[in-house]
């Protein structure tokens, strides 16, 4: 049989200094202090948390897909290509380079812009009325993703490509006044902006076929009583 040890043999664990800070729950580099029963964790700068368990990166600040790393007490953002800034939330597309409400697509370490139907360009800036498809001094306006070209009097058609009769009735010193018909007879005729005009009294509704708004009668032009209007081309 073996004998028993006695109990002054047996040692004594009461007294062993067990606290609540045995076990290190303080992360990251905490400190631990003993409360009551319980610990209280005294963090480094930038870390939070009962247990410090929160760093600078824990919230995720880095947009874009972009890596967070610690840094001391914050934290650096390492950006994708084509992002920048402190939390990488600066893009090639930050500035809205797309013009016409394109559509800016990061694309490597720059963009592309998406355009609606009708607009083209690598910033969508190339537009239906572009390249001035209204003829005859017609104005362009967007329309869509077309356009539609407000003409002269005189011109009509999708491009103001047609050329329409249009008469005046005229006397010295006055306007002209639309769809009036006209005889052949002596005028004499100022055009602005040195415009053209194309006379014929004797044919069917003759008269001016003219590529501005307006033209006046004024003695600055003189047409000699033997001339004819229809030998007129241009003044």
């Not at 607009?119 to 306006?141: D, K």
């Not at 194309?198 to 003189?222: H, R």
Request: proline fraction near 5%; include cysteine; glycine fraction near 10%.
């Amino acid at each position: 049989m073996f004998d028993l040890p006695k109990s002054k043999d047996i040692p004594d664990i009461s007294h062993r200094n067990y606290s609540s800070c045995s076990t290190e729950p303080c992360l990251n580099n905490g400190s631990c202090i003993v409360n009551g029963t319980s610990y209280v964790c005294s963090c480094q700068d930038g870390y939070n948390g009962t247990q410090c368990e929160e760093t600078p990166c824990s919230n995720q600040p880095c947009l874009n897909n972009g890596s967070c790393e610690i840094l001391e007490a914050s934290y650096v953002c390492f950006c994708p290509d084509g992002y920048n800034g402190t939390n990488c939330e600066d893009s090639s597309c930050s500035t809205k380079p797309s013009l016409n409400n394109g559509s800016c697509i990061v694309n490597g370490t720059s963009y592309v812009c998406s355009c609606h139907d009708g607009y083209n360009g690598t910033q969508c800036e190339v537009t239906p009325c572009s390249g001035n498809p209204c003829l005859y001094g017609g104005t362009c306006t967007v329309s869509g993703s077309s356009y539609l070209c407000f003409c002269l009097p005189g011109y009509s058609g999708t491009s103001c490509e047609d050329n329409l009769p249009f008469c005046c009735n005229c006397g010295m010193g006055n306007d002209c006044a639309d769809n009036t018909t006209c005889a052949s007879g002596i005028y004499e005729l100022h055009l602005t902006n040195n415009s053209e005009v194309y006379c014929d009294m004797e044919i069917a509704n003759g008269g001016w076929i003219a590529v501005i708004k307006q033209f006046i009668v004024t003695e600055l032009n003189e047409i000699h009583q033997t001339d004819k209007l229809s030998q007129l081309a241009k003044m």
